[in-house]
């Protein structure tokens, strides 16, 4: 068997930290920061990028996916109903009907294809990032995001004072899920005002979401279940189907907007 190469320690973190900082430094400015990792991020990066656009997405945990993984009460299945299976067979996910228009795929196999495919397409990540705040310009246009390391908020809060950094865009893009972190900065300042989600109701829930994604306020597109926050729509529980085509609408309006 041939060794391996004659590579030391020194090198190997050299080569971490920098080809970290060179695509840090080249995504401080990108045409759109998404913010959520989940199901509806990951589609809506996918497809802006294939479109040929420069996406960042930032994910406070040090995983991808969301809960799109591990599917409803730990049990890793997760449900799609129709018609979003095409975009389960866009992506390449195998999947069997369970029943008229339900259909059923693992979990695992979902979510890792799907970040495949935002990863083939050229998205980049900063993962263990939290968003703080937007960078918001004199005509409260959203032009970017404030951004910290994820371990700085479990800090004691005597030892906390370490400065956060921004990063600029075109378009933002809220995908994080029921807490809606970025529609809800803008709500602590005045701009905008949320519902907050309802009770459980699959059968309006998904429908609402696709024709409740667009652009909520100048240069601030929000998607998936942060739709259902923003506008007092009810939760649809563990199926999935409108997580990724709301990730697909998202993508489209942030298209028309970098036109």
Request: hydrophobic share 45%; with cysteine.
């Amino acid at each position: 068997m041939e060794k391996f190469s004659p590579v030391g320690e020194k090198d190997v973190t050299r080569a971490i930290v920098t080809e970290f900082a060179k695509q840090f430094e080249e995504y401080v400015e990108s045409d759109c920061i998404i913010i959520g990792a989940g199901p509806s991020g990951l589609m809506a990066g996918r497809n802006l990028a294939r479109a040929g656009k420069k996406v960042l997405i930032v994910e406070r945990n040090n995983y991808l996916g969301g809960g799109f993984w591990i599917g409803g009460y730990l049990m890793n299945k997760v449900t799609v109903r129709h018609p979003a299976e095409r975009a389960l067979d866009e992506l390449g996910i195998p999947y069997k009907e369970v029943s008229k228009g339900l259909l059923v795929a693992d979990g695992p196999h979902a979510c890792s294809k799907l970040i495949a495919s935002a990863c083939d397409s050229g998205v980049k990540f900063a993962n263990m990032t939290v968003f703080d705040d937007l960078v918001l310009k004199e005509d409260g246009r959203v032009c970017g995001a404030v951004i910290n390391w994820t371990p700085i908020s479990a800090l004691p809060r005597e030892i906390t004072c370490v400065d956060p950094v921004a990063i600029e865009s075109a378009i933002l893009i809220d995908a994080t899920g029921h807490d809606a972190q970025v529609v809800r900065k803008l709500e602590e300042r005045g701009l905008i005002k949320t519902k907050g989600f309802g009770a459980m109701w699959v059968e309006r829930s998904e429908d609402l979401i696709i024709e409740h994604t667009n652009e909520v306020h100048s240069g601030l597109i929000v998607a998936g279940m942060a739709v259902s926050t923003t506008y007092g729509l009810p939760r649809m529980g563990p199926t999935f189907g409108a997580m990724l085509l709301s990730g697909e609408v998202a993508a489209e309006v942030a298209l028309e907007k970098l036109k």
